[in-house]
């Protein structure tokens, strides 16, 4: 089955920098790259997706990168704030269907 | 929207009791999918549905799990006995077509 994997685990950046996660998958067939934020207390809210047909997808200060050659795709977020800190995790599409594999979450911290 | 909603917010119960969790997915969404998050296991698809009917009931840990929806605006996933190895947050998610899933804000189960 898809396998997700998140890189690193834990993400401490000043205020104003950039951050990037990386995820990794296993499963060719994967066609939807989502990426959730999830706030202390809450559920996971959709910040960006992705489809296998484009390579980057920006909104705002966020944007994220597929390279389905290697299997991979990236979170960046520029110009950080401290209310971007929060667990990030993305997830792929199994199959092509309609579930997904979710990678195992990454702590952002954003350093006033 | 009112977004998926889930009741209760936070349960606690002891060992042994039935558990009933509650989800309203989002209207005109025609799939619905029950996840368990834990520190150790992140988030795992424990069950979803298409057009009210079960799909793939693979990720239920055991009988003692069970999951129902009997109309397009409402599921309930029931724990019966409840163990303390079930503590964790459930989540409700739901989508339309081919969409992104929208996640409701979870249920915190505490199992004494």
């Known amino acids: 089955g898809e396998n997700v994997e998140q890189h690193p685990s834990t993400l401490s950046v000043q205020e104003g920098d950039s951050a990037v996660i990386k995820c990794t998958y296993s499963?060719?067939?994967?066609?939807?790259f989502p990426w959730y934020k999830q706030e202390l207390g809450k559920g996971p809210q959709l910040i960006i997706d992705i489809r296998s047909n484009v390579g980057e997808k920006k909104d705002q200060r966020i944007a994220v990168t597929l390279n389905k050659t290697a299997k991979h795709f990236s979170l960046h977020i520029t110009e950080t704030q401290p209310e971007d800190s929060a667990v990030y995790f993305c997830?792929?599409?199994?199959?092509?269907?309609?579930?997904?594999?979710f990678g195992k979450g990454n702590q952002v911290v954003v350093i006033p | 929207d009112a977004g998926v909603i889930q009741s209760p917010r936070h349960e606690v119960t002891e060992m042994g009791q039935e558990v009933t969790l509650r989800c309203k997915p989002i209207?005109?969404?025609?799939?619905l999918f029950w996840y368990r998050q834990t520190m150790m296991r992140g988030l795992e698809l424990l069950i979803y549905f298409n057009n009210n009917v079960p799909i793939d009931d693979s990720g239920m840990p055991e009988d003692r799990f069970s999951a129902k929806m009997p109309n397009a605006s409402f599921s309930t996933l029931k724990i019966q006995p409840s163990e303390p190895r079930d503590s964790a947050v459930y989540f409700c998610?739901?989508?339309?077509?081919?969409?992104?899933?929208?996640f409701g804000p979870g249920t915190r189960l505490t199992v004494l």
């Open positions: 499963d060719s067939a994967s066609n939807y």
């Open positions: 998610a739901s989508l339309r077509g081919t969409d992104t899933q929208y």
């Open positions: 997830a792929a599409s199994i199959g092509g269907n309609n579930r997904l594999a």
């Open positions: 209207s005109g969404h025609n799939s």
